[in-house]
């Protein structure tokens, strides 16, 4: 079993920034990927940026530029800078790690972005 937890959601103008953080833990030998989602309100589930254990990063357009996916292999966490945040980034942001690509063996807690316009 792998935990994470996540950190950093928050409330932000337009324009802000915020750093999401996640930190594993148990067994976390199994996680090749690692990554984010949101779920806005009546929304699917949506994958946002993942990296692999040798580094290699994926984007989804809605978030290419603004945001970077980060990952420290001797912490184990991952982190996600969100920057030029826009209201329609508001939404449940998820860590997710797993074995294959995308990541979606295990879930954090979720944490909640909020953009105020």
């Known amino acids: 079993q792998v935990q994470l937890v996540e950190s950093g959601g928050g409330l932000v103008q337009a324009g802000g920034s915020l750093r999401l953080s996640c930190a594993a833990s148990?067994?976390?030998?199994?996680?090749?990927?690692m990554g984010w989602y949101r779920q806005a309100p009546g929304k699917q589930r949506e994958l946002l940026a993942t990296?692999?254990?040798?580094?290699?990063?994926y984007y989804a357009d809605s978030v290419k530029g603004r945001f970077t996916i980060s990952r420290d292999n001797t912490k184990n966490t991952v982190c996600l800078q969100m920057n030029s945040l826009k209201p329609e980034d508001t939404a449940v942001y998820y860590c997710a790690a797993g074995n294959t690509w995308p990541p979606r063996g295990y879930w954090g807690q979720g944490t909640q972005v909020t953009v105020s316009s």
């Open positions: 990296i692999t254990k040798g580094g290699s990063t």
């Open positions: 148990g067994s976390i030998f199994s996680i090749n990927a």
